[in-house]
């Protein structure tokens, strides 16, 4: 059975960062149920969910993707570029290590969030952003080139995170909305979807995909194109430059 990574958000999320939008109210209860319902659909779809113990100093903590990223039977402990994030891979480095994962970590000075990270196959495309710096590009580069796992550096200036911009279907087909892709050219394939939050899919397996409900029109694209979507509210996580990928770690072996 897959496993998902989850961490349950904390009181102090209210307080958590706004980069790419006005800020607006946080409403706890609202988010905490959505939260729920999120893990719910994660558990309706086959994968084990497994908690991170929480980080409630860390008003972001509950977007633990940006934490550590896994590949094949290894997790890379970021180094997140928000300072008010850093003692959130304390407890992500524990949780990939009862996992059984071998761990590295991204060492100072560099910065490295793993929103940045896009697996499209053996391809790892890696969002050079306000949170990650060259060097932590660099060395990924160099955790990855002997696992046979190839680093590609892509420019993101009008959102956070590389994932914010872009995702890639079962099929390998990156997607996203050309307001925020810098250059659609850098992916073999490319689909360009009608809503900013319909470019962000976590693939509960080959045939389903979990969304915002805030993209209507995408969900109808992707069922068009044969696949199922199951979508979620998640508007409290939106409003603090949050989406579905954020909110957990896939781990597929
Ligand atoms: C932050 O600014 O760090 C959080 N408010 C949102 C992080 C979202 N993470 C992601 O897209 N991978």
């Known amino acids: 059975m897959p496993i998902a990574l989850v961490r349950r958000p904390g009181p102090s999320l209210v307080d958590g960062i706004v980069t790419h939008q006005e800020p607006q109210p946080i409403d706890l209860v609202l988010?905490?149920?959505?939260?729920?319902?999120?893990?719910?659909?994660?558990?309706?779809?086959g994968w084990d969910v497994t908690e991170v113990e929480p980080a409630d100093d860390c008003p972001d903590a509950v977007f633990v993707?940006?934490?550590?990223?896994?590949?094949?039977?290894?997790?890379?402990?970021?180094?997140?570029?928000?300072?008010?994030?850093?003692?959130?891979?304390?407890?992500?480095?524990r949780a990939a290590i009862t996992q059984g994962l071998e761990?590295?970590?991204?060492?100072?000075?560099a910065t490295f969030d793993g929103g940045d990270v896009l697996k499209v196959g053996r391809t790892v495309y890696v969002g050079r952003t306000a949170r990650?710096?060259?060097?932590?590009?660099?060395?990924?580069?160099?955790?990855l080139a002997p696992r046979g796992w190839e680093v590609v550096g892509v420019p993101v200036t009008s959102v956070l995170h590389l994932k914010s911009a872009v995702t890639a279907l079962p099929d390998g087909t990156?997607?996203?909305?050309?307001?925020?892709v810098d250059d659609a050219s850098a992916y073999p394939r490319f689909l360009a979807v009608p809503e900013p939050?319909?470019?962000?899919?976590?693939?509960?397996?080959?045939?389903?995909?979990?969304?915002?409900?805030?993209?209507p029109a995408t969900a109808e694209m992707y069922r068009s194109l044969g696949y199922r979507t199951v979508e979620v509210d998640i508007s409290e996580f939106e409003k603090l430059d949050g989406c579905v990928t954020c909110l957990s770690v896939r781990i597929r072996r």
């Open 174 to 180: 990156v997607v996203g909305h050309l307001d925020h």
């Open 197 to 215: 939050a319909g470019a962000h899919v976590v693939l509960l397996d080959d045939h389903r995909l979990l969304m915002s409900t805030g993209a």
């Open 103 to 109: 761990v590295v970590r991204i060492e100072p000075p």
């Open 65 to 93: 993707e940006d934490a550590l990223v896994v590949f094949d039977d290894l997790a890379v402990i970021t180094r997140p570029g928000a300072p008010s994030r850093a003692a959130e891979v304390e407890g992500a480095e």
């Open 31 to 45: 988010a905490l149920a959505q939260w729920e319902a999120y893990v719910g659909a994660l558990r309706s779809a």
């Open 132 to 143: 990650t710096s060259d060097d932590g590009v660099e060395q990924l580069r160099a955790i």
